[in-house]
Each structure stands twice: as structure tokens, then as C-alpha cells.
């Protein structure tokens, strides 16, 4: 399966953005999704996961009542909706598939390129 990530951009704090991720070879439909990102100079971390018939998410600490993970099986899509956004938000945001609700959030398969995303302050 091939994941592209998009929606990223410059955002002043307490701004929006909506990142997309299509998914194309496979249909997303039968796999775990999940959003990571990762900092200058840090490891990459998760973000957010949302399981394949889109009922169960879960989210970092640090995001958690301000972001929210999303699916449209019959888009082949993946949504991250970012709301108050914050200076530590800045990051490159990349989007995974597992068709294994374990590994979704710890070691996904598949990987789509990464979308950068600024929050100024």
C-alpha cells in the first residue's frame, strides 16, 4: 500500500490545519492508521491511531482533546485534524498503515512520506 500525506503548511499558534492521507494499491479499509511526527533533532514519535472500522482512536498525551484522527474508507482516506495548535506542534507529520491494531502505534509497516507542518509563535 502507498500512503501521501498532505495539508501541511505555516500556521500561526492557535490555528488550524487538516492533514489528508490517501492511500492507494490497496484499499485502507482492513488496515490500522496512524499519524506520527517527528521534531529537528528529536525521534519520531506517535501521534494519533485510528483502528480499521474507524470506532477506537488513541492519542499522545500531548495532543490528546485537541487533534483528532479520522478515516473515509470509501476515499481511501486518512484525516488528522489539528486544532490549537502550538510551537511544539512544529514537526514533519508522516501517516502509517498495520493491518495489526498492536504494531499501529509502535511499528507500523507502511509508511507515507512526510507533510511539514510550522506553528509560529
Known amino acids: 500500500v502507498q500512503l501521501q500525506a498532505s495539508g501541511g503548511g505555516l500556521v500561526q499558534a492557535g490555528g488550524s490545519l487538516r492533514l489528508s492521507c490517501a492511500g492507494s494499491?490497496?484499499?485502507?479499509?482492513?488496515?490500522?492508521m496512524g499519524w506520527f511526527r517527528q521534531a529537528p533533532g528529536k525521534e519520531r514519535e506517535f501521534v494519533a491511531a485510528?483502528?480499521?472500522?474507524?470506532?477506537?482512536?488513541s492519542y499522545a498525551d500531548s495532543v490528546k482533546g485537541r487533534f483528532t484522527i479520522s478515516r473515509a474508507n470509501a476515499k481511501n482516506t486518512v484525516y488528522l485534524q489539528m486544532n490549537s495548535l502550538k510551537p511544539e506542534d512544529t514537526a514533519v507529520y508522516y501517516c502509517?498503515?498495520?493491518?495489526?491494531?498492536?504494531?499501529?502505534?509502535?511499528?507500523?509497516?507502511?509508511w507515507g512520506q512526510g507533510t511539514q507542518v510550522t506553528v509560529s509563535s
Open positions: 485510528i483502528n480499521w472500522p474507524g470506532g477506537t482512536t
Open positions: 494499491g490497496r484499499t485502507l479499509s482492513m488496515y490500522d
Open positions: 502509517a498503515a498495520d493491518p495489526s491494531s498492536s504494531s499501529i502505534t509502535i511499528g507500523p509497516h507502511y
